[in-house]
């Protein structure tokens, strides 16, 4: 068997932070619905460069450098954009799920 794998590190930083912010006092009037948490997802990835690993020991690495005030700043300004672009046009009927 092998331990060869395909990671985006980006998806995955992402897809942490979107998460942590929604459940944040910031956000606490958005909506948390799959829907427009994934769409919040998509939104930042497309803005942000992709960072693809096949070992666990690179995702690893990817993690390290990626984890700098510059890089985070970078991928919260695109989640924070994200947020609002999804809170203002969502893709569904329901009302806010808090």
């Not at 769409?39 to 960072?51: E, H, I, M």
Request: charged fraction near 25%; include cysteine; hydrophobic fraction near 40%.
């Amino acid at each position: 068997m092998s331990d060869r794998i395909l990671i985006n590190v980006t998806e995955e930083i992402v897809r942490g932070l979107v998460a942590f912010l929604l459940r944040g006092p910031e956000y606490q009037t958005f909506c948390k619905c799959e829907i427009c948490e994934l769409d919040t997802v998509a939104l930042a990835l497309n803005a942000l460069p992709a960072k693809y690993v096949t070992t666990m020991s690179a995702r690893d690495e990817a993690f390290r450098v990626m984890n700098t005030p510059a890089h985070i700043e970078n991928i919260n300004r695109e989640i924070i954009r994200a947020l609002h672009v999804v809170n203002k046009h969502p893709r569904h009927d329901e009302k806010p799920t808090p």
